[in-house]
């Protein structure tokens, strides 16, 4: 099958529950609401929005998050207990994701008995969340440390209560892309199930094992807006959206031009700023520098850009300092209606990489004037003084 024949991946968000686990992090019920909607505008197909068992404000934020959106589905995680099915029929969503441990240590950790007792959960839990006219996806927590026979029939048992969907969590962010690949091409050879992949960045690997799965045959995508979730986050939106389309040729239905508003969004109701290299929103995500590198920009964008700003509706950033060239310099100096010869240039860019070492910043426009104007005769001053009247300064 190739890459185009593939059906598009199903992006499922879950920044308002896992994100909002991550240490210190707590979204009012407005910041909720802005997020969600959000979400829905970049067409995020699925928004996990919340755990009912934590009350009842969060079950009504949970409600109100699904009045929010227009498209997007709205989905509730619960433990695998009647108890959080009964609380999640309170918030009048028609979807929701139970989740069970399935590695040896979590099973014996958290409920203190063995396998078989999971698999009857699984049956008892399922079967009841169906009655009550719940679609369920079973999440499998610590999957990637579950024995993978025991996982098979976690899986099965899964199907045959009725479930739609199983989430392989890598929980503690162990895997490796190798690993994940050949997990998910074996468990697609097993079952028809649909197959979602949710990733911790404990080792910075979340986004490569994410890629990894959807090409060993999942289906669904975990995610959350900028890498959002316990300790070291989740695979990020932006990225695995971004990714899928550039390096897998596999398409999602995620509008990459509206994902930088949306992290910024997060960024505020977390009070965690975006840093300035985080790929694909980040402020210096598409700023150039590097003399060689901007002397190529110039001559042709692809030369070093293998992904066009345009796509996310950003555009590049030529930044003065101290590794800029003649190249810059000339550019800049000509956007600011200045033809200058090379001597000057010259003198300009030797000023301009003193100020950037000495400030330790990139260098602004109307600097780049300020040392022009120094250049020359009185005549040269008054270029660079009616071009800062101009407002040309960016």
Same mark, same amino acid.
């Given at each position: ?7 598009? *991946?199903?992006? #499922? ?23 969600? %909607? +959000?979400?829905?505008?970049?067409? *995020?197909?699925?928004?996990?929005? +919340? ?19 227009? #498209? ?161 986050? #989740? ?18 239905? *995620? ?10 969004? *997060?960024?505020?109701?977390? %009070? ?35 992904? #066009? ?86």
């Amino acid at each position: 099958m190739t890459a185009q024949a593939f059906p598009p *991946v199903i992006v #499922n968000d879950t920044t308002l529950r896992d994100g909002e686990q991550a240490p210190g992090v707590s979204f009012t019920i407005d910041e909720k609401i802005a997020i969600a %909607r +959000g979400l829905d505008a970049a067409r *995020v197909d699925e928004i996990e929005a +919340g755990i009912p068992a934590m009350g009842a404000a969060e079950i009504d934020a949970i409600a109100a998050v699904s009045s929010a959106v227009r #498209n997007a589905v709205v989905i509730a995680w619960c433990r695998m207990t009647e108890s959080d099915v009964d609380a999640a029929l309170k918030t009048g969503l028609s979807r929701i994701n139970l989740s069970v441990p399935v590695s040896d240590r979590q099973i014996r950790v958290k409920f203190g008995c063995g396998r078989e007792d999971v698999i009857a959960r699984i049956h008892r839990v399922v079967s009841y969340a169906r009655d009550k006219g719940f679609e369920v996806s079973v999440g499998g927590e610590d999957s990637s440390r579950a024995d993978f026979d025991f996982l098979l029939r976690v899986v099965a048992a899964a199907q045959t209560s009725g479930a739609h969907r199983f989430r392989f969590a890598d929980t503690l962010g162990v895997l490796d892309p190798f690993k994940t690949h050949d997990l998910f091409e074996s468990l697609r050879r097993e079952t028809d199930m649909e197959l979602e992949f949710h990733g911790h960045d404990d080792l910075g690997l979340a986004t490569a094992n994410t890629l990894a799965a959807v090409r060993g045959g999942a289906t669904h995508v975990s995610v959350c807006v900028l890498g959002l979730g316990e300790r070291a986050g #989740n695979a990020a939106l932006e990225e695995v959206a971004a990714a899928l389309a550039q390096v897998s040729g596999r398409m999602t239905a *995620v509008d990459l031009t509206q994902l930088t508003s949306l992290a910024e969004l *997060v960024a505020r109701g977390t %009070r965690r700023p975006i840093p300035a290299a985080k790929s694909i929103v980040g402020a210096a995500a598409f700023a150039h520098e590097s003399g060689i590198h901007v002397s190529g920009i110039l001559r042709d964008p692809e030369c070093y850009e293998a992904v #066009n700003p345009a796509q996310f509706g950003r555009a590049r950033s030529i930044v003065l300092g101290k590794h800029s060239g003649m190249a810059a310099i000339s550019n800049a100096l000509t956007s600011l209606g200045i033809t200058a010869d090379e001597g000057r240039a010259r003198r300009v860019l030797d000023e301009v990489r003193i100020r950037a070492v000495a400030l330790k910043r990139s260098i602004h426009e109307s600097e780049l004037l300020e040392f022009y104007a120094a250049t020359g005769s009185e005549e040269t001053a008054l270029v660079a003084q009616s071009a800062l009247d101009r407002g040309t300064l960016c």
